[in-house]
């Protein structure tokens, strides 16, 4: 058995050894209109291989590039656009920006202190109060989730404090109530209902 570890190293991997094998043959066909049908052929494989990409622009242009490149550019065909010389030897990806920042409580994350900025520069009234209530609730349950025994509403009150630098600030019995509000709120669709074994229970007898 012959491993592809052990076969020649493919120009564009992406494409798999198929399609190399169908650029091979292509270079190796005599006749001119048959190795221009082979390579239209080819490009429309190619084309379906990546149904994603077909809105972006000049993109059978790179297929044409890509054939070209694959072939050693030893392929004589009638190109319907100019072939740019590819050299993916020197190509190398860009390079990704990652977030390395710490975080000051992890069970918070990223987006609770940034939405506290966005409230910090709200002007004071009903909707500052109405967004600093949703992220103190929302602290509260992350906080209950990373651990039910650290459920203390003076400690949400406090970050809450130490994330606006005491431009923020919640009544402890108002966030309860809130979380409270959300716990018996009844799921969708089961407003109204009742168990069938309820409404035989509460159904009169004559």
């Not at 000049?58 to 009638?78: P, T």
């Not at 409580?105 to 967004?131: N, S, T, V, W």
Request: glycine share 6%; aromatic share 10%.
């Amino acid at each position: 058995m012959e491993y592809n570890t052990q076969r020649e190293r493919l120009p564009m991997p992406e494409y798999g050894r198929s399609v190399q094998e169908m650029v091979d043959y292509a270079v190796s066909i005599e006749d001119r209109a048959e190795r221009q049908h082979c390579a239209e052929t080819i490009v429309n494989i190619m084309w379906g291989m990546f149904p994603s990409l077909r809105d972006v622009k000049d993109f059978q242009a790179k297929l044409w590039d890509h054939l070209a490149y694959m072939s050693g550019y030893r392929l004589d065909v009638d190109y319907p656009y100019e072939v740019t010389h590819l050299d993916m030897s020197k190509q190398t990806p860009e390079h990704i920006g990652y977030n390395n920042g710490e975080i000051r409580f992890r069970h918070y994350g990223r987006i609770i202190p940034e939405l506290i900025g966005k409230a910090c520069e709200m002007p004071d009234g009903p909707e500052r109060q109405m967004l600093v209530r949703l992220i103190a609730v929302q602290m509260k349950k992350d906080l209950m989730t990373w651990n039910r025994e650290m459920n203390d509403d003076s400690r949400i009150v406090e970050d809450l404090r130490y994330f606006s630098k005491g431009v923020l600030d919640i009544d402890p019995a108002l966030l309860n109530m809130n979380v409270q509000q959300n716990m018996n709120a009844p799921a969708q669709g089961q407003r109204g209902q009742q168990r069938p074994f309820q409404r035989r229970k509460n159904r009169k007898r004559f």
